[in-house]
Nanobody, 123 residues
Framework: QVQLVESGGGLVQAGGSLRLSCAAS????????MSWYRQAPGKQRELVAG?????????NYSDSVKGRFTISRDNAKNTVYLQMNSLKPDDTAVYYC???????????????WGQGTQVTVSS
């Protein structure tokens, strides 16, 4: 059984920073891409940032967070991070970790989601 557990959310004032972490655990053979999504009340879930598993760990960001957020990963710890700087009230949402993982007992990659962590930015 594979699990993703997020941490690091909370309440912060506009202009502040938070760092989210998401650790994958269980019978993991390999982790492919890892991503962060968010969902604000009344809105659809949207991709915030993604990072590949290849050499160089290429990244991509939504236009709304580019230049403010940084995604990174520690493959030894099966963990992905999201450093969020210059936070705005519009960044308020539940943030979800997503990872494409192959377990030891499978030859197929599956997509997993974390339970979500609340980020609230006050003005």
């Amino acid at each position: 059984q594979v699990q993703l557990v997020e941490s690091g959310g909370g309440l912060v004032q506009a202009g502040g920073s938070l760092r989210l972490s998401c650790a994958a655990s269980g019978s993991i053979f390999r982790i492919n891409a890892m991503s962060w999504y968010r969902q604000a009340p009344g809105k659809q879930r949207e991709l915030v940032a993604g990072i590949s598993s290849g050499g160089g760990d290429s990244t991509n960001y939504s236009d709304s967070v580019k230049g403010r957020f940084t995604i990174s990963r520690d493959n030894a710890k099966n963990t992905v991070y999201l450093q969020m700087n210059s936070l705005k009230p519009d960044d308020t949402a539940v943030y979800y970790c997503n990872a494409v993982i192959r377990g030891h007992s499978s030859s197929i990659y599956y997509e997993y989601w974390g339970q979500g962590t609340q980020v609230t930015v006050s003005s």
